[in-house]
């Protein structure tokens, strides 16, 4: 069954557990009172308080119902897609790799030709010419590189917080599924066993850092960032444990009622636990980039802060 | 209404004696129906249609049991075959008295009795002069009114023990 239909199966849990609770009032009572022929006005006077009993249980849904839809996250998914094409240098080996799933973006023939750029700037001399190549053309490959990289762990983040969405889906309806099938199985002959695996709970696999390119020597060597990715889509090495699997088990409806907020607990705890891990990944990212931001954006030239007061020629005189 | 409730209401059971001459279905929870080779009901003896029927029950609980795991197999969305043995001191109890109890129906006439323990033994009477007495087809709604009320007792009575255990 579907997860739109959360809040009506919300509604029919609270509900039925009222009437079993009231059900087993009834035999409660019939048992003790032989010969009383009106069990229903005893029955009906205990309905206020166990309605109070179970007031909560649908409100505890409710959370899990605004969750954000996953496909929401489809639209700037693909836009970072596009992003990594355009960034692809596309070199023989790993140069054109998604370093987290390992998806072969093509080359952007475009990028190749900053380096053909040298032999037009033959003639242009001076500081500015020669800070142009080394600030600029030498290290132009590795920063496409490493620009390459940090969209790839953008991309990779918001595809294992599509699958934290997508599994939280999966496991409250679950939940609320079980929940209806156990109060339906507790009359049967058999004991109303049943196991919830949490699978949230495996949405989001690390990944081994991802060194950044050093290029040109001023670069500090040895830097990797931490990748985060959704573990449907990494290869099966990086792939997270198998999720837990908790047995529930209940014979009236307290007891299973009982059992469904400790799932609910439990499925709040695998969000945050599985947010973490992202929200860990982007803050090392972040203070890397940070600290590191000549590696990722090429140095602004002097020449674009220069105005007729500050520009002199090899004379000294200003134009 | 849960799937598991669903399919269960659904459920359709057949099952045929081998050598007997005798067909049974169950459908949804209590509906019983047997049905005889066209033509032989009246040259049966009660005692040959205690065994027979005794027989068919077994049957139809098994394949009862059967449908009952798949159905709830995909209600839960795993792989149910059984039940795990028990661990619990409780659920030690509750299969103990569950193997011992004794359900029991009638027909409205009283001319047909069923009753089972621990739904493994089960046992069926038959009055005398019954075949001779009844129709075929009042035979057949006879059994079937026997059959359900069994069924009834059989439900009344796990509930009865899983309050006393669990509650």
Not at chain 1, 293 to 301: E, I, L
Not at chain 2, 46 to 55: G, K, M, P, Q, V
């Amino acid at each position: 069954m579907s997860f739109e239909q959360l809040m009506t199966h919300a509604r029919d849990i609270q509900r039925r557990a009222i009437e079993e609770e009231l059900e087993l009032m009834r035999r409660r009572i019939g048992d003790d009172e032989d010969g009383v022929f009106d069990l229903e006005a005893p029955v009906e006077s205990m309905r206020p308080q166990i309605e109070r009993k179970y007031a909560d249980v649908t409100s505890l849904f409710q959370p899990f119902a605004e969750m954000p839809d996953p496909s929401s996250f489809d639209g700037v998914i693909s836009q970072l897609n596009q992003v990594l094409g355009i960034l692809s240098a596309g070199e023989a080996g790993d140069a054109a790799k998604d370093p987290v799933n390992g998806t072969i973006f093509p080359a952007n023939p475009k990028l190749t030709k900053v380096g053909g750029t040298e032999s037009y700037i033959e003639d242009w001399t001076g500081p500015a010419a020669s800070a142009f190549k080394s600030e600029f053309i030498d290290p132009f490959p590795a920063v496409v590189q490493n620009q390459f990289i940090v969209a790839s762990v953008l991309k990779s983040a918001l595809e294992a917080q599509r699958e934290i969405w997508k599994n939280a889906r999966a496991d409250i309806d679950k939940i609320a599924e079980d929940v209806l099938t156990a109060l339906d199985r507790m009359h049967d002959c058999g004991k109303n066993k049943w196991t919830m695996t949490f699978t949230v709970m495996a949405s989001v696999a690390a990944i081994a850092a991802v060194p950044l390119t050093a290029g040109a020597s001023t670069f500090a060597l040895g830097l990797a960032v931490t990748a985060v990715g959704a573990a449907s889509q990494v290869a099966a090495a990086a792939a997270p444990d198998d999720p837990p699997a908790i047995q529930f088990s209940g014979e009236t409806p307290e007891v299973i009622i009982l059992q469904m907020r400790r799932a609910i607990q439990k499925l709040y705890e695998g969000i945050a636990d599985q947010e973490a891990k992202i929200a860990d990944a982007m803050q090392k990212t972040n203070s890397l980039v940070d600290q590191h931001r000549d590696m990722f954006v090429t140095k602004q030239p002097a020449l674009s802060r220069g105005h007729p007061g500050n520009i002199r020629d090899l004379m000294g005189y200003s134009r | 209404m849960s799937v598991l409730a669903e399919r269960l209401e659904n459920m359709r059971v057949r099952v045929h004696v081998p050598g007997a001459g005798l067909e049974g279905e169950l459908r949804g929870r209590t509906g019983v129906r047997i049905s005889f080779e066209p033509g032989t009901y009246e040259f049966r003896t009660e005692r040959d249609l205690e065994r027979h029927l005794a027989s068919l029950a077994r049957l139809l609980w098994a394949g009862r049991m059967k449908e009952y795991y798949a159905a709830l197999s995909e209600a839960l969305g795993e792989q149910i075959s059984g039940e795990s043995p028990p661990i619990s001191l409780r659920d030690q109890e509750y299969d103990g008295a569950r193997d011992a109890l004794v359900a029991e129906g009638r027909s409205a006439d009283g001319r047909i009795y069923v009753s089972v323990r621990g739904m493994r033994d089960w046992t069926v009477r038959i009055a005398e002069n019954t075949v001779r007495t009844l129709r075929e087809d009042q035979f057949v709604a006879a059994v079937g009114e026997a059959a359900a009320a069994l069924i009834q007792d059989q439900f009344a009575k796990i509930r009865r023990l899983k309050d006393e255990i669990y509650a």
